[in-house]
Nanobody, 122 residues
């Protein structure tokens, strides 16, 4: 059974950092690209990043480019989203999912995970 579980969310002050994890099971990270998206209250889902399963190339939305970094640890079946210089507008539920071959932001292959809440507030 394919499964993705997000973790690492929490409350952080503006300017702070968090690292989110997406631990997968039922498949290996060299089989699929992986994407992150987020959804703030009352807003549509926003695709924010994707990492290519071959070579580790990444793609970021302008809203997070230069602040967020995706990485993978294949031995742990885990994908990370390092979030730096966080802003109140980054407050949202963050989700991961398998991504399509072109790593188009906001698209997924199958379902998004259950999500992890990130709140940026002083």
């Amino acid at each position: 059974q394919l499964q993705l579980v997000e973790s690492g969310g929490g409350l952080v002050q503006p300017g702070g950092s968090l690292r989110l994890s997406c631990t997968v099971s039922g498949f290996t990270l060299d089989s699929y690209n992986i994407a992150w998206s987020r959804q703030a209250p009352g807003k549509e889902r926003e695709g924010i990043s994707c990492i290519n399963r071959r070579g580790g190339g990444t793609n970021y939305a302008d809203s997070v480019k230069g602040r967020f970094i995706m990485s993978t640890d294949n031995a742990k079946n885990t994908v990370y989203l390092q979030m730096n210089s966080l802003k109140p507008e980054d407050t949202a539920i963050y989700y991961c999912a398998r991504a399509p071959p072109n790593c188009a932001l906001g698209w997924s292959v199958g379902s998004w995970g259950q999500g992890t809440q990130v709140t940026v507030s002083s």
